[in-house]
């Protein structure tokens, strides 16, 4: 009976046994993973740091087309090589081809306008208009003869009443018909007026204006490449629709000059103060491989922006200012590519740095901007 009392306080105390250890071993703190690799480090005792965004020596350029329609042929790919000039793709050019063929039928006839009537006067016309005229004038003669045997008969019941103004409203309607017939040799003699030359011209004008139009637009449909560049990426595919000036951020065809490259750098508002664009500077490849690449200072951009360039890390600060820095590489062949994030580290001296810039030594640089100072 005593051996039944102990059996309930037993079990509650090894229930409470094993909930302490489960609660305990279940707290453990869960082990740390290892990193996919060492961060970066300075090799600068006082630096500034910042993210370092490959960039053509170009910039990247976005090639869109200022036509829009469907993509009818491709003619390049990623990785080519095109010269200046060199095409990239080309929009159908169907419609157009026969709006300017019309164009030009059009320009064709204002042209024959004009030619008829600088060919004015014609020798048939003058003919036809003075034949009238004497025509007229013989018509005119004759009815002055017929008033003036009519007024010669001095015997007034030999003539009817009516007969004399019958006679005089004959004269005076040959005179008139004369005096127009007059009035239209003069016209055809002086050709075509000034005013009326002005006008056909004009009809020349718009229409060559059209047609020049029309080929410059058959002409934009043909996209060709802006620079010397390297193809960076092609998203124009056959048989796609391209809207009008569809560069935007991403482009149709995508380029720029890979030799040399630049190095974009984001330096923090807060430290920019101290950035010294004489010290030395290296760009240090992530992911776990050590390689330092020496750059050369090229040009400080003069605005502070908000940061767009992000990184992916946890800690880093995206509602910040950064002070852009354009860095170029020494090396010819520095094995990074365009749109590759860098650490850049700038040495800076023991005082506060300048933010005023020398006159780089890069070929694409003049002399540097210099970018406002803090303290």
Known sequence: MKWRF????VLAIAGASLAVYTVKKQARPAPVAPPSGE???SPFGNRVA??????PVTE?????TPIGGVVETVLVREGDVVKKGQELFIIDQRMMKSQLQSAKARLEVARRKLDQLKSLPRAEDLAKAQ???EQRRAALKDAQSRLDRLNAITDPGAISANERPTREYELANAKARMTEAEADLGEVRKGAYPEDLAVAAADVQVAEAEVNALSTDLERSDVRAPIDATILRVTARPGQFA???SGGSEGLVTLGQLTPLNIRVDVDELDAWRFDPNGKAVAVLRGGKRVEHPIRYVRTVPVVIPKKTLTGDNAERIDTRVLQLIYTFNEPNPGVLPGQVLDVYVETGSGSGTLSSPAAPSPDAGAAT???TGG
């Open 6 to 9: 102990l059996v309930l306080p």
């Open 50 to 55: 910042g993210s370092g965004l490959v960039e």
């Open 370 to 372: 210099p970018a406002p």
């Open 131 to 133: 034949a009238v005229v």
């Open 243 to 245: 809207a009008a000036s």
């Open 60 to 64: 990247i350029v976005n090639v869109g």
């Open 39 to 41: 961060p970066t480090r």
